[in-house]
């Protein structure tokens, strides 16, 4: 699919004509006898008009997306070539629609489905700077959207931590990015003993990357992002093994990487005025003889002892040391946000479709918040508190992974998270528990079934109005 932006009309093989507010202007009789109400995800082809109805219940710009994705699914059915659209206001909504809703997730297909490629115009009122900065900043953001969505998709037999490694490396090159790969050397130099465990018993070593982008040129940058993610590019459960049902879709444990790697590609692409830098733990939680186990008390490399009740909570032991590693080894941190598929409390908290944003800073997650709504994600907050805190107190140790109750797991999650965050940087951090939206079994909206992108746009819509 091709976007062209054009300021006249284009003879097409269809237009395609938004019903706002279920007020249908033209073709009355025709789409009243089709039964059609003008509702979301509702469209109707009538080929002889070239014209594709769709709904777009509400003015809100997700609606605006939804309709545009409703569109452009229809039209992959058709063997179309062309089609056209008018566009008053609201452009980078339209794009999205049609970016976001094309996606499919094909590598693993060994016949290519009906593929004609297709030219779509977008008639907007004039095309200044200003509309044509809309149109590649919401097309480069789709862009990394769809390559977190491509990544996560991916099996975990052809995305362990040295593909996500690779991956990493040939962003940095694309985007002129500095960029580190740490291997277990370093992590044991480092003693790094919490993320190690983890990997242990995998035939895949564990990779610690660590992207940086700094503005080029005379921009100086105004803020210090630092992005952290949960890279787990499988996970078994590890001895406390996860039952069969729960496993499937467990490739999906890396999107906090994943999006992490999307939002260095995005920044870099739209060339925002900040310094970010990319940290993720990349690891595979498997069983095994060299497996670590319920009962063992691991040394994070703030030196802190953690007991392992359960080697299913593993994603927190990667972010813990990735967490001392990034404010050992960045000075002046402005924001430290981390972005992890943590639990399945969340999930079963606000739904599948919601992030979970925690941290001590109230303003900060509100914001969060808000640019999630405006960018098209969902999210809400989900305060700590003193009783779930002692929760995970350990008898032996320093502090135990796993709540001793069974209730509140992604709040607990998120303090036991906070622990390992220094007193100067308490403020400044947010965890976003992204295990609902980043892998939905069927397709939601634009989202397709699979995964999401989870985390990438609003991250983007943050940082835009920093
Ligand atoms: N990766 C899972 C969390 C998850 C669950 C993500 C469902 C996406 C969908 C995480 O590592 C995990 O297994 N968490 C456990 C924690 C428990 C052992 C305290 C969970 O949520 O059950
Ligand atoms: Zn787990
Ligand atoms: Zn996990």
């Known amino acids: 699919m091709n976007l062209n932006l054009t300021t006249k009309k ?54 605006i997306r939804i309709a545009v994705a409703t569109a452009v699914k229809k039209l992959n059915t058709t063997n179309f070539k062309s089609a056209y659209i008018k566009v008053k206001s609201n452009l980078s909504s339209y794009v999205d629609g049609f970016e976001l809703g094309n996606y499919t997730f094909t590598k693993y297909k060994s016949k290519n489905e009906n593929t004609v490629e297709k030219n779509i115009y977008i008639e907007v009122s004039k095309i200044d700077k200003s509309i044509q900065k809309e149109f590649e900043e919401s097309v480069a953001i789709c862009t990394s959207v769809n390559m977190v969505r491509d990544f996560v998709n991916t099996a975990p037999d ?96 890396k999107g906090g990487g994943c999006a992490v790697l999307g939002i260095l590609n995005a920044v870099a692409a739209l060339n925002l005025p900040i310094e970010v830098h990319g940290i993720v733990g990349a690891v595979e939680n498997m069983i095994g003889g060299d497996a670590y186990k319920p009962d063992d008390v691991l040394i994070a490399r703030n030196g802190k002892t953690i007991e392992v009740k359960n080697t299913d ?70 305060p700590f508190n003193r009783y779930l805190r002692k929760t995970l107190k350990s008898q032996i140790a320093d502090i135990c992974n796993i709540s001793s109750t069974r209730y509140g797991g992604a709040i607990s999650a998120g303090m036991f998270l906070d622990s390992f965050i220094t007193d100067e940087n308490k403020e400044k951090w947010v965890h976003l528990d992204i295990a609902g939206p980043a892998f939905v079994d069927s397709a939601w909206g634009y989202n397709p079934a699979g995964a999401s992108g989870a985390g990438v746009r609003l991250t983007i819509e943050f940082m835009k109005n920093l």
């Open 10 to 63: 284009i003879d097409t093989d269809c237009e395609i004509v938004l019903i706002r507010n279920k007020k249908i202007k033209e073709n009355k009789e025709i789409l009243k006898s089709l039964n059609f109400k003008g509702n979301d995800e509702e469209c109707v082809l009538l080929p002889e008009l070239k014209k594709l109805y769709v709904g777009c219940e509400n003015a809100d710009h997700d609606s």
């Open 313 to 382: 909570a593993e994603g927190r032991l990667v972010l813990a040391d990735c967490l001392c590693y990034a404010q050992d080894e960045i000075e002046d941190i402005d924001y430290i946000f981390d972005y992890a598929t943590l639990t399945g409390a969340c999930v079963v908290g606000v739904g599948e479709y919601t992030n979970g944003i925690m941290g001590n800073n109230i303003a900060l997650q509100n914001e969060i918040v808000k640019s999630a709504l405006d960018s098209g994600e969902l999210a809400t907050t989900l």
């Open 158 to 253: 052809d995305f362990y931590p040295e593909i996500m490694a690779k991956k990493a490396i040939a962003i940095a090159k694309e985007n002129n990015l500095e960029c580190k790969i740490l291997d277990e050397d370093y992590l044991k130099e480092n003693n790094m003993g919490s993320m190690l465990a983890v990997g242990r018993a995998s035939r895949h070593r564990s990779k610690l990357i660590h992207l940086t982008y700094k503005p080029s040129g005379k921009i100086k940058a105004k803020k210090k992002m630092v992005l952290i993610g949960k890279g787990l590019t499988y996970d078994s459960g590890g001895l406390s093994l996860k039952p069969s049902d729960f496993m499937v879709s467990m490739k999906s444990d």
